[in-house]
């Protein structure tokens, strides 16, 4: 019998934190790849209240000059199937969406309920940065702040848990419904077709302290949101995240000023308002009946996106689709009985060129040397039968190998790598299509490659566009993508909502009883255990803030030559010229974090026009105002390992800095996106930095790779003046 | 009067990033005094003692522009070996690094270092 599937996309959306009122939509086309027509490559932000109008740089700041939020937009679409059992594949076929006024299985759909529940639970969660490693063989992390009791203790989840609950909006409501304290929670109910109050719902934010602190709006003052819902005149959901604030409480839980922050990933004594949760629908039709629409998705609110065009190299995607191939069984074609197809023939514009792709684009976040630039351009747009016998594999990096000798010619990707590996490596899935194409099995035009529906295109668009691969922690999702827990695993029926869909754990809003959090322990690594408002986030680091501003360069940690200590005799031999290629020790190049999300250095526009818009300046770092400078001695490392100022440059020197000025880093556009630009660019391919709100370079001078811990440091090139 | 410079502390932290490159991808080089063609180690005090006088023309290879003009002051020029007063150095066969010029505080620091009797 004929079955309509009815799915939410993209299955897990991408909100980014702003902090400003207004938003632009999140890109809705792959980070830097050609676009049918068009100059301008994939991801840049689309214009509210726009199909795929994307936006010009000056649209990332509103008129006050706060950097507007990005929000996450979904849609449902509906896939025509011949039975509700019937076998699922991927892709699965052609689908259309649904929109008031659609027609589905003959009813008219007259309206949608769309519900989501936000939360974050990252104060209420295990130590991050780790891996999945602490997790296994039944084990658990160290507790963030562990004074406040066990993890399912009820006054620690009251105090910990930020909760704003459910909200509810209609599609064809058109306004904004809030995420704050103050704003009555309420769900769909596909029962009654309608959308209930749960006034009752136990609504949890940072307790209040002292009247006298910081006012509503300023750094380091309470968090009351965690964003807003909205929909769009079709009928899509409009979800908005938070402010990017980040607040401290006392030993009571209590609102303070301030608290340490001593680490990059795990402070406890503090709060951020980014956040994640389901994302929910119910069709009403004109007949009065409704209709639950069985694949729901999940929304993950983050950092901002400063380089939206520039991909990582290992993509969130990436890491699903390895996850999602090799545990799950998503093309058997590829990937079946426990090892990769031989004969598969790789689809190069899919699974090839965006690794080449994001290569060429690293050196616009991060400082390569020019003979590295030269040799990345060659694939910037290469096809697939231009190889011309490059023997490419001879340069990447096998998955889970990192013990390379630091002066052997460099192996890619040049980045570091996951938690406790010393350097990145692509993605198995990643290495055997790079295989592939590198023994000629590509598919050709008589071997047409799948075609995603318009919603599975999104599903894999939004995660492209985020960070895999170094996962201690990441910054939108961490190491949990490649848990088949994370994942409604029944994915084989057309019913069940299709292939990447959280495994949502369903709440039971109608008997939410106040002061008794409904929000608990939830979604844990490893375990069947389903998935809870905030699960996602959790793993992230508190605040994300101190975690961006470190993510600048680093030596490999670990180190594949052990420690490198701060003695004469230390430096003298991880210095001294090599004899024995074989030789281990330690490695004293600094490598970029994930330069793609989190930018390093960048070409300034304003440096390109005060140069007269001719040669390329020299970069600087992207985070460079006052209080970035490492060039003072630093108090000596009681162990006397390495700690010269060349670990330290690119990034806030004291950690509370960057909470107050995450939201002046500029943002680095195709300069086709720029605006305005004096003269029409003759090279349409430059990312410049744009948007930025430091207004001089305090920070130190930019230096190329292989730049190393040991290296003195310098002032910044001259900043060119500006307003 | 600052402290005399040392390589160690001093000069292998101007160079060790560019000493990778120098001894895998850069030809050997004529040694002064006749001593045949060598590798320039960068991160060896013997090998940047014995070169210090190449180094210092490469360094200084972008010291006057492409239009002729001087890019820095006499005082920070470097004299031509043998020659005159104002007989400086204008050019190099291969100026260094091959990106771009090196912080003057860093070529400040190489010359120091040479005037102070080239200390390990």
Redesign the interface.
Known sequence: MAYTGLRIHPAIGIARVGSSEEYYLGPESMAGMRQPGQDTTGGLPIRPGTERDTILSTELRDSCGRLKRQAARFRIDQYAFDSADGAETWPAGPASEVQPGSVVDGKVVADIIWTVHLANKKANSWQGGNGVQPFVDGQLPALRNPDFGALDNASRLSKLVIDAGPRALLGSAQQAIQFDAGTTPCYGDAASAAICAAPNYPLSFPLPGDAALPGSTGPGSLIRSLGALSTESTGRLVVLGGYGKACAFDALGKHVPSAALDGDVNNNNWFDDVSDGPVSAILLFADGSAREVEGGAWVIATDPAYAPQTPNVVTLWDELYCTWLEQLALRPTVYAGQRYQSSYRTDFDAEVLPVLRAAALQKWTTFLPSRAIKGHDLFAYMKADQRNGFKIMNFLRPPGQDHEPATAAPMMPLSLGDANQSLLSLTPAQYFFMGQWAHDLYATGSEPAPVLAAGEALDKTVLFNCLGGRFSPGIEISFIVRDTNLYQRGWQRHDSGGPFRINRQRLNYRDAVAQQPLLGIGYTPLRDTPVQPGDLSKFMALPWHTDYNSCATHMPAPNPGGVLYDTEQAIAEATAVVTDPDTIRPNTLLYSSWPAQRPVAVYTYDDLVASGGGQLPAPRFSVRGPGTRADVPRVPDPQNKIDRPALHVGRYQQRTQFLQDWDKIGVVLQITAISPMPTPPKNKDLYLEVASLFTSDDSNLAESWRNTAIDAVYPPPGSPSKP | MSEPKSF?RDV???F??????M??QAPPINAPNGAGLKIL?L??YA?VKEFHYAIQVAIHGYDRDSDGKWRVPPAQRLRKQGGGAEDWVASAPHPMP???RM?Q??ID?FDQWVRDGMLP
């Open positions: 160690m292998l932290v101007l060790f990033k560019y000493a990778n490159d001894q895998n180690y991160n060896d090998s091959p990106d771009g912080p505080q860093a620091i």
